[in-house]
């Protein structure tokens, strides 16, 4: 962090409001990567202004008052709810070094998990192996390709109340575990999700992902039940908006209750989106996630264009086979009207305006969208439970 000041307002650019917060507490700032500026009170981040070119493409400071920093202050000062053991699960396939240094930032944490479990995702070598035992966590070896394949043999091998799961391409906060533990102060919350900002934002591609599809959900502490699951019945609930997997904790009854992840989403099988429809799942049996920011955690976004065009593929293929898998398992039809109707609408009118040279830079990765979205169909067709009866 650099020095506390006030903020005593800033131009945010064309097409953004400005602020003014002068009047409040001081406020820390954090530059965190170049072109991203994080506003901190104490140790939760409240707001972020993220440049390029010397122009704002993002900006989320305007909620902060008076009353959200009393909140704010209210829950970072609350002790961790001790009462609540967790076990960490970091699942990985031949990136052990971003894993090293993932496992550094774990040892830091103000909240000792009892356990750490390593779930090798089939890598080709000893050295995921190697640095897991060197930090003396549980290894544990899963040889079928799969994110959600690895996240169930963490959750099976698991013995805590809590169990928390981060990507091994993430730089955790001291307090990650403390905050994401604590959030689960009510019975009935099976699930809390953290806010995930950029660890590093030095190409293109890392700052076109943060602006047009970056994980984090805002700075408010949000919860979502299954009251408010219900009332959106005449479309499909936007369980994506709860938060990321790549900093997420459940109760571990809730495995349970509800099953294991679906083998079939998420990296190495249909690409993504198997936190997402575990969250659907959840709240369609009764329970209710909540998204806690004042956890935090760093993500290293892709840092090329290619590997950001194959990673938007796959997040439209995962995607679209969540919503057919949200439909098998709840009978939910808006997933169907979702993934048949809406989307080819969607498409066709984001086309048109591609053609007319309407569309704006968001836009750019139009082809490996509907080729991600086309793919998920196909996908399920040959993956689905059912489905071929039911058209």
């Known amino acids: 962090m650099t020095e506390v000041r006030s903020i005593q307002g800033m131009s945010l650019g064309k097409g953004v409001a400005h602020v003014s917060v002068s009047s409040l507490a001081d406020i820390a700032e954090a530059q965190l990567p170049e072109g991203m500026t994080v506003f901190w009170r104490r140790e939760r981040p409240i707001g972020h202004v993220l440049m390029h070119d010397g122009w704002v493409t993002d900006s989320k400071v305007e909620h902060i008052d008076a009353e959200f920093l009393s909140a704010v202050d209210s829950r970072m000062q609350a002790p961790a709810k001790t009462g609540l053991s967790a076990s960490v699960v970091i699942c990985t396939r031949n990136r052990p070094d971003e894993l090293g240094m993932c496992l550094s930032s774990l040892s830091r944490q103000s909240y000792t998990a009892r356990e750490i479990i390593v779930v090798d995702n089939a890598s080709h070598d000893q050295r995921t192996r190697n640095v897991a035992m060197a930090a003396g966590v549980t290894y544990i070896r899963e040889d079928r390709p799969g994110l959600d394949i690895a996240r169930n043999a963490g959750a099976l091998r698991a013995t805590s109340d809590i169990v928390a799961y981060t990507d091994d391409d993430v730089l955790l906060h001291p307090r990650w575990l ?211 009866n039911r058209r």
């Open 178 to 388: 403390e905050q994401l533990v604590s959030a689960f102060d009510e019975p009935q919350i099976g699930a809390v999700t953290g806010l995930v900002l950029p660890a590093e934002l030095a190409t293109e591609a890392q700052r076109h992902f943060e602006t047009y599809w970056g994980f984090g959900q805002g700075y408010g502490e949000r919860d979502f039940d299954s009251a408010r699951f219900k009332s959106h019945r005449g479309g499909v609930f936007p369980a994506w908006d709860i938060g990321a997997g790549a900093s997420m904790a459940f109760r571990r009854e809730v495995f349970q209750s509800v099953g294991l992840f679906d083998e079939r989403l998420d990296v190495g099988q249909a690409g993504c989106s198997g936190d997402s429809e575990y969250w659907y799942r959840l709240l369609a049996n009764g329970y209710a996630c909540r998204y806690a920011p004042a956890s935090v955690a760093f993500h290293f976004h892709r840092r090329t264009m290619e590997g950001l065009a194959s990673q938007i593929y796959h997040y439209m293929r995962g995607h679209t086979a969540a919503l057919l898998v949200q439909y098998e398992r709840t009978g939910i039809a808006a997933n169907r009207s979702r993934a048949f109707l809406f989307f080819p609408q969607w498409y066709c009118y984001r086309l048109l305006r591609k053609l007319l040279r309407r569309d704006r830079i968001g836009g750019r990765f139009l082809k490996q969208e509907v080729a991600g979205y086309l793919a998920g169909l196909l996908f399920y067709y040959h993956h689905g439970k059912g489905w071929r």
